[in-house]
C-alpha cells in the first residue's frame, strides 16, 4: 500500500511539473487598461477614429507553449463614439451596425501562427451583423507581470484590416469626385489586458497538443 502511495505522489509530482509548461492560465480583460478602436477613411482625404467603450471577453495565455493560447470577446455595438453624437447615432443605425438587430460584435479566436519572438498571427471569427468572417490579426505579446496588488496581468495589442462590406455594413455614397464619403477598408487596433485574480492564478487549460 506504502509503494502505491509512493508511486501516486511521484505521479502527480511529474503532471505538476508538465502542466506548468503545457497549461495557460485564464485571464479576464480588464477594460479600465484596454481599447478598441478603429479608424476609416473620410471624405478620401483623411481618417475618423473611433472605440467602443464597452468590452468584456477572456483569453489563456502560456508563454511557453502557444498551442494554448486562445481569446473570445465580446463588443456591445451601441457603445461606439467618434466624439460627435450625430455621427455615432448614425453609426447605430441600420446603415452601419444596426445596434437594435445586432447588439453584440463577438471575436473567437482558432489559432496562432507564424510566431517569431514577441510578433506572430491570431487566427479567428469576427462576427458582425450577424455575418461570421474569419480575420487574421497582427499580434505583439507583452509579455506577463505581477501588478502592486499580487495579481498576474498579460499584455497584448493586436491589429487587423477588414472589408466592413463582409459583414453587412454596406452604407455607399459616392462624392461628385468619385471617391467614397466613408471608406470599406477599417483599420482595428486592440490594446488588451488581461488580470488573473488570486483565486483564478491555478485555473488552467490543458494543451491541445495531442
Known amino acids: 500500500m506504502r509503494k502505491n502511495w509512493l508511486f501516486f505522489g511521484f505521479l502527480l509530482g511529474i ?49 511557453k507553449d502557444s498551442s494554448t493560447w486562445s481569446a473570445s470577446a465580446s463588443i456591445e455595438a451601441k457603445s461606439i463614439d467618434t466624439d460627435n453624437d450625430g455621427r455615432d447615432k448614425h453609426l447605430r443605425a441600420a446603415d452601419f451596425f444596426d445596434v437594435e438587430k445586432h447588439p453584440n460584435i463577438t471575436f473567437q479566436s482558432t489559432k496562432v501562427t507564424d510566431l517569431h519572438g514577441n510578433k506572430g498571427k491570431l487566427h479567428g471569427n469576427l462576427t458582425m451583423r450577424g455575418n461570421t468572417k474569419p480575420v487574421i490579426l497582427d499580434l505583439e505579446i507583452g509579455g506577463t507581470v505581477k501588478d502592486p496588488w499580487g495579481s498576474e496581468r498579460a499584455g497584448f495589442e493586436a491589429t487587423t484590416k477588414i472589408n466592413r462590406k463582409d459583414f453587412g455594413v454596406a452604407f455607399h455614397k459616392v462624392m461628385e469626385t468619385g471617391g467614397l464619403m466613408v ?17 483564478e492564478q491555478n485555473e488552467a487549460k490543458p494543451s491541445q497538443k495531442k
Request: zero cysteines; charged letters at 25%; hydrophobic letters at 45%.
Open 15 to 63: 503532471l505538476l511539473f508538465i502542466g506548468q509548461d503545457v497549461w495557460a492560465k485564464k485571464y479576464m480583460i480588464d477594460p479600465v487598461h484596454s481599447a478598441v478602436s478603429f479608424k476609416v477613411k473620410h471624405l478620401v482625404i483623411s481618417k475618423v477614429q473611433g472605440n467602443f467603450e464597452k468590452f468584456s471577453g477572456e483569453f489563456f495565455y502560456n508563454e
Open 183 to 199: 471608406d470599406d477598408m477599417v483599420e482595428i487596433t486592440l490594446n488588451i489586458e488581461g488580470v488573473a485574480k488570486k483565486e
